[in-house]
């Protein structure tokens, strides 16, 4: 059964490895316009988005993507009323395979865009590249951690290196606010 082409993750993440606060609030330090830029832009190139209850991007383009939205409220698969083209999954119910063909999208890239359950879902899954942002200097104590397991002896850089991918060149998005990217590949 087809599946999309390939996978991909999206995170912007603190210096410590967190991507949102402990209330779920993205602080304003981790919003910084380059990435914006480079993550919808890259959205709208993805056959599909895949995400949790909380991680929906928002902007202007969402309505006309495809989405997974990953849910255990449901045994399997169940069309999503509140949002357009958009499909709920449980994977312990259905495989990624049967998921993207009842959602119906054309051959194409996957995007992973979180929140951590997600993000660390499909580390098992597989993601042919992982495109993670950084802040440096913003620290989020006791925040949600890009993926499960991260803290002060596992990095964000640590989980994707031992599943198998490995660092690109880092890229500066925005050098007053110390926002770097680094592309991982398979
Ligand atoms: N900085 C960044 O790059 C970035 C990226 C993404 C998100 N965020 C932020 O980080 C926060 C993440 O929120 P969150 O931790 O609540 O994560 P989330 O993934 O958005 O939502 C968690 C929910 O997703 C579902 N879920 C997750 N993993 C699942 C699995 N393996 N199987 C079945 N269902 C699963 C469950 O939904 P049900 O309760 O429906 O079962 C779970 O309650 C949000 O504030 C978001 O805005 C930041």
Do not use: C
């Not at 304003?28 to 929906?56: P, W």
């Not at 991007?57 to 357009?84: K, Q």
């Not at 440096?136 to 596992?154: H, M, Q």
């Amino acid at each position: 059964m087809p599946g999309p082409s390939s996978i991909a993750g999206y995170a912007i993440v603190s210096a410590d490895g967190m991507l949102a606060d402990a209330n779920r609030r993205i602080p304003d330090s981790l919003k910084i316009e380059a990435d914006q830029k480079f993550f919808h832009n890259a959205l709208d190139r993805a056959a599909a988005v895949v995400h949790g209850r909380h991680s929906h991007e928002g902007g202007p383009g969402a309505a006309r993507r495809h989405r997974l939205i990953v849910t255990r409220r449901i045994a399997a698969l169940s069309p999503d009323t509140r949002h357009p083209n958009s499909l709920l999954w449980n994977p312990k119910g259905a495989s990624l395979e049967e998921a993207w063909a009842l959602l119906g999208v054309p051959a194409g890239p996957l995007a992973v865009i979180g929140g951590p359950d997600v993000y660390g879902l499909f580390l098992d899954i597989g993601y042919d590249k992982f495109h993670l942002s950084r802040v440096a200097g913003v620290r989020i104590p006791g925040g949600r951690p890009v993926f499960p397991g991260i803290g002060p002896r596992r990095s964000p850089e640590d989980v994707l290196a031992n599943h198998g991918l490995k660092p690109g060149a880092e890229r500066v998005l925005d050098q007053a606010a110390g926002a770097t990217l680094v592309s991982w590949r398979r």
